[in-house]
Each structure stands twice: as structure tokens, then as C-alpha cells.
């Protein structure tokens, strides 16, 4: 008997006139995947739901001293410092790519001033081949003592507008997890204008070489990354989902179709593979055929009966 089909459609931008209609919830992480043209040759990246690039700022980057990545017990620091070519080069060189493509690309924007988000919202609105932008909220806000702006309420919230007010395309705002209380950043970024929330961004550590007796990286901090955050992670998509009502992306330590099962379960509509897709390039495909056998085997034909399903009553 053939298989019944699954629904795995989802919707990341329900309010937004342009919507933002994914074929599935897999999406690949910022960072992880660059601008999705260097994948081609080792998978096939049409079949994913959405590929999120490059972190992009308004002038190109170099990015922060080496070394710019050590291993750690489960998982990984990096200190890249957004090294990217700029906004003017993804523009020109990537995004008329895209426009033949039939996954969504989202483009992450980074900035350290409102005027520079508000600049990249008006470059990126309506380039064919762009279907949404997501905000790297985790730089320092230079403006105002250069606290990152994920880091209170009223910054995530000033830097959230400074988008939607330059944009007509989906915005989807990515929560940093150094902080004290998400689901009061989560509220005003969502209150703010914000499409759709993703978290989380990379957890701040370091590491230190006891042969130099210094700290290993270049930029002395970075952010760890893998499967050492998901707890993490999986906490804070859960007490997100219970603060506001737009869609959820969960990411953080994604390895395998049980670790995105979880995150649905825990109130994400959507989640991303990141650094998983360093040790196996196929990663998010493997997560995306065994979600669907694991619904199938399940007997669910709706990828949203699961979704929330571990939140408390209400
Ligand atoms: C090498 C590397 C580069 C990254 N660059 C970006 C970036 O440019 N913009 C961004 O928003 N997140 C960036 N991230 C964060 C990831 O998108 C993701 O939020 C984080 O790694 C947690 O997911 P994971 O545990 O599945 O890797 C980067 C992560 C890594 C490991």
C-alpha cells in the first residue's frame, strides 16, 4: 500500500502579506551552511524548508583573529566575528541565484546601530530571490554602550522595529540565550512587529591552551554551539512558546530527527541544523526523512499535531 502522505507545510509568517510558506520545517542554521550555493554538489538542498545565510552586514567583513573555533566536549566555540562580504556582493552575486531556486533563502542581517539594520531591511525588501530576513540581534549596540541588543527588552524591541518599519518581508528576530529573562524578550520583540521568534543563538564561553596559559581563542570568547546547548535550547523554545503567540524556530545542538521532534514538541513551529552540518553535510536531510518516518510510523498526517504537545494545558 503506498505511504499516506504527511503534511509537513508550515507557515512562519501568518500576519505578513507575503507570507512565508515552508514545504517543511527543516531549515538550515546562519553560519552553518553559508549562502547554500556550496552545498549543491553533496546534497540536494531543494528539499529543505528553508536555508538561512550567511550572517550579512552593510560593509564587508573580515572577522576576528584565529584561532576562530576549538572543540569542546560536546560541541564547539567559535569566535568568526561575522566575517561576510557584505550586503552590496550578497545582493549581486547570490541572491539572482536564489531567485531559481525553489527553497526560501532568509537572509540573517547583523548590525551595530539601528540606522545599519534599518539600512540592510530597505537594501534586502523585495530583491527577488529573498523570501524573509532574520535579525542577528546578539551584536553589541554601539550607540548606546555597546551591550548586545538581545540583551533587554527595549533594545531586542528598538532594533525589531528598526526592521519591520524598512521592510515589508517576513522578519523573523533570533533571541541570543545570554540573558536573564527570554520570555520578556521574547514579548516585546513580538510586540515590536517581529513575524516570527528563532532561538537560540550560541551560548557565551571560552576555552584556555595550558600550554600558552592564554585563553585558546583569538577573540579570548566565543559562542559554543552543538549538542552541549540543546537542554538549553529546548528550555527556552518552552518558555517562549508560552509567552507569545507568533511561530517559534528552535535551534541549538539539532543532530537527529528525535533532538527536532523535542523542539517541536516543546512549542517550535520550525527548527535549524547548524553545527551539525559540520560533521555530516546531509544533516538536515537526515532529520527531515526521519521526521517524516517517525510520523509515519506514528500514524500522524499532520506535522502539527506534535507541534506543542509538551506544553502545559491551557
Ligand atoms: C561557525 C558558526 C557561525 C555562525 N554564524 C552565525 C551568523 O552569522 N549569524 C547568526 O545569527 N548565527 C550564527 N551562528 C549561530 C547558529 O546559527 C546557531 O544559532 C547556533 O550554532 C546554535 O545551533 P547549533 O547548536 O545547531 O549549531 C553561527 C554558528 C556557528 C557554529
Redesign the pocket.
Known amino acids: 500500500m503506498p505511504r499516506p502522505t504527511i503534511n509537513l507545510r508550515v507557515e512562519l509568517a501568518p500576519d505578513n502579506e507575503h507570507g512565508l510558506s515552508l514545504r517543511n520545517p527543516v531549515l538550515v ?4 551552511f553559508g549562502y547554500g550555493t556550496e552545498y549543491g554538489r553533496l546534497m540536494d538542498v531543494h528539499r529543505l524548508g528553508a536555508i538561512i545565510c ?2 550579512t552586514t552593510v560593509e564587508e567583513r573580515d572577522g576576528n583573529l584565529p584561532p576562530r ?1 576549538v572543540e569542546t566536549a560536546a ?2 566555540l ?1 569566535s ?1 566575528g ?1 566575517q561576510n562580504r557584505g550586503i552590496a556582493t550578497l545582493l549581486k552575486d547570490y541572491a539572482p541565484k536564489w531567485a531559481r531556486w525553489s527553497t526560501p533563502v532568509i537572509v ?1 542581517i ?1 548590525a551595530e546601530s539601528l540606522h545599519d539594520y534599518a539600512e540592510l531591511a530597505y537594501q534586502v525588501d523585495t530583491t527577488p530571490g529573498i523570501a524573509g530576513i ?1 535579525v ?1 540581534i546578539s551584536c553589541p549596540n554601539i550607540d548606546n554602550g555597546s551591550l548586545p541588543f538581545a540583551s533587554n527588552p527595549q533594545s531586542a524591541a528598538a532594533a525589531t522595529r528598526a526592521v519591520v518599519e524598512a521592510t515589508s518581508l517576513p522578519v523573523i528576530v ?1 533571541l541570543s540565550p545570554n540573558v536573564g529573562d527570554i520570555a520578556a524578550i521574547a514579548a516585546a520583540v513580538e510586540e515590536a512587529g517581529a513575524d516570527a521568534i528563532s532561538l ?3 551560548v557565551l564561553g571560552m576555552a584556555v591552551d595550558i600550554t600558552t596559559r592564554q585563553p585558546t581563542l583569538g577573540a579570548k570568547l566565543g ?1 559554543l ?2 549538542p552541549a ?1 540543546k537542554p538549553i535550547a529546548l528550555r527556552m523554545v518552552w518558555q517562549v512558546a508560552q509567552a507569545v503567540s507568533i511561530p517559534i524556530i528552535g ?4 543532530a537527529s530527527p528525535a533532538d527536532a521532534i523535542e523542539f517541536l514538541m516543546a512549542g517550535a513551529t520550525a527548527v ?5 552540518t559540520f560533521t555530516n553535510p546531509r544533516a538536515a536531510l537526515d532529520v527531515l526523512d526521519g521526521l517524516s518516518a517517525w510520523l509515519h510510523a506514528e500514524g500522524i498526517e499532520d506535522v502539527h499535531e506534535i507541534i506543542g504537545a509538551a506544553l502545559p494545558p491551557q
Do not use: F, H, P
Open positions: 542554521a546562519s553560519g552553518t550567511k550572517g573555533t560541541g564547539m567559535n568568526i561575522l540573517n547583523a532574520e542577528n533570533k537560540i543563538n550560541t559562542g554551539s552543538g546547548i535551534i541549538g545542538g539539532i535549524q541544523v547548524g553545527s551539525a
